[in-house]
Every structure is written in structure tokens, then in C-alpha cells.
């Protein structure tokens, strides 16, 4: 993907985030682009192609942030925060109507390039779960029944039992968090985790 059509994805999934999908239509797109609609349709085919570009693009982004934590080579609860923090921000700059139209109206798009997501996050928990265990900071927990489990609750009960407006405040994000951490924790992780919750706390309250 050329830097040009990048940048374009970028400028259109602002759009996207602010008014949602289904409101924005291609002339919208071109006309805030400051070009022709003749030209948007020479970087893309249509509103389908935009939309899982633009998801794509999301996608390739926080991959590498994702590697970029893995390269810190941080102990395993370390990573997790840092993880955390970046999952967070995720959850802050996702809009509610941005997902509620991918949901409705391009459900082959959300569901392929979403499941790609979920993959990764699976993948990244179960390392770092092995690692946690390894370096002895984490129980003899299922690393695989742990990482289902973290990387499916969004898409099941979460909507049921919470609203939109709970879920996407953070709130429970972190409460989710917590009580996945500790209920992982041997008593050295713990005790590592009990150091480290000063500063996880002012974190925390400064972005909620």
C-alpha cells in the first residue's frame, strides 16, 4: 500500500469514527478529502473496498504497536500492563456506531477482518500467559482456555449485561483486567502486581 493511499485510508476512517458508516456516503468522503469523486474511485472500487481498507489499515496498526511491546522484552506482568494501556486507548477511540454499522451492514468485513483481531489478541495472551509461567509470576492456569476466554467475553455476555455507554468508558474494561491478573498471580506475580498498583491507579484514574 502505497504512503498516498494510506494517508487517505487514515483522513476517511476519521470520518468514519466520528459519523459512522452507513451516514457517510462516497461523495461525503470525496468532498472532505478535497478531491473528485472520480478520483477516490481510482484508489478504491467502492464503499465496501473503503471500509475494509480503512479496518485493515486498523489492523496493521496495532499489530506493530502490539510487537512493539514484545520487543521491550518486559517480564510478563509488565507486558500486560503495557498491554493494557494500549488496549485501552483502542477501547477510547472506538466508536459505538462505528461497530454497530460494521455489525449491520458489512458483516463479512467485520466478521474477517475483526476475527483477525481476535486471533492476534488470542495469540498475544497465550504468550504471555507461557511466559508469566515460566518466569514463575503466573499459576498453572490453561493458557488456551484463559485466552478464549479473554478475547471472546466482548463479543458474548459483555453486550448483554452491559451498556454500550459502560463498556466503552473503560470501567469495566479495568475491572475485567484486574480480575484477570490476580486470579493468574502466583504469590511472586502478586507481589510484583501490589508494587506496581500506585502507578496503575493514577494511570487508570487520569484516562477514565
Given amino acids: 500500500m502505497t504512503e498516498e493511499r494510506k494517508e487517505l485510508i487514515n483522513k476517511i476512517m476519521g470520518l468514519f469514527t466520528k459519523y459512522g458508516i452507513r451516514s457517510i456516503t462516497t461523495n461525503d468522503i470525496a468532498r472532505e478529502l ?7 474511485y481510482e484508489y478504491f472500487k467502492d464503499k ?7 479496518l485493515n489499515l486498523i489492523y496493521e496498526n496495532r499489530l506493530k504497536q502490539f510487537e512493539e511491546i ?20 483502542m477501547i477510547k477511540t472506538t ?40 518466569e514463575g509470576l503466573f499459576r498453572d492456569v490453561d493458557p488456551d482456555i484463559i485466552a478464549r476466554l479473554v478475547c471472546h467475553r ?13 463498556i466503552y ?8 483486567f484486574l480480575y484477570h491478573l490476580f486470579g493468574m498471580c502466583s504469590e511472586k506475580g502478586y507481589a510484583i502486581v501490589a508494587s506496581q498498583m500506585d502507578k496503575f491507579n493514577a494511570s487508570t484514574t487520569t484516562q477514565n
Fill in 70 to 89: 514484545k520487543q521491550k522484552k518486559l517480564n510478563a506482568i509488565e507486558s500486560l500492563l503495557e498491554i493494557y494501556q494500549l488496549v485501552t486507548e
Fill in 48 to 54: 465496501s473496498e473503503i471500509v475494509e481498507c480503512s
Fill in 169 to 176: 468508558s473503560g470501567k469495566i474494561h479495568r475491572e475485567l
Fill in 154 to 166: 466482548a463479543q458474548t455476555f459483555m453486550l448483554e449485561v452491559f451498556s454500550t455507554e459502560e
Fill in 95 to 134: 466508536s459505538p456506531t462505528l461497530e454497530h454499522d460494521l455489525r449491520k451492514y458489512y458483516p463479512e468485513t467485520f466478521t474477517k477482518v475483526y476475527g483477525k483481531g481476535k486471533e492476534m489478541l488470542y495469540k498475544m495472551h497465550v504468550e504471555n500467559i507461557r511466559q508469566g509461567q515460566a
Fill in 34 to 40: 478535497g478531491i473528485s469523486k472520480k478520483t477516490l
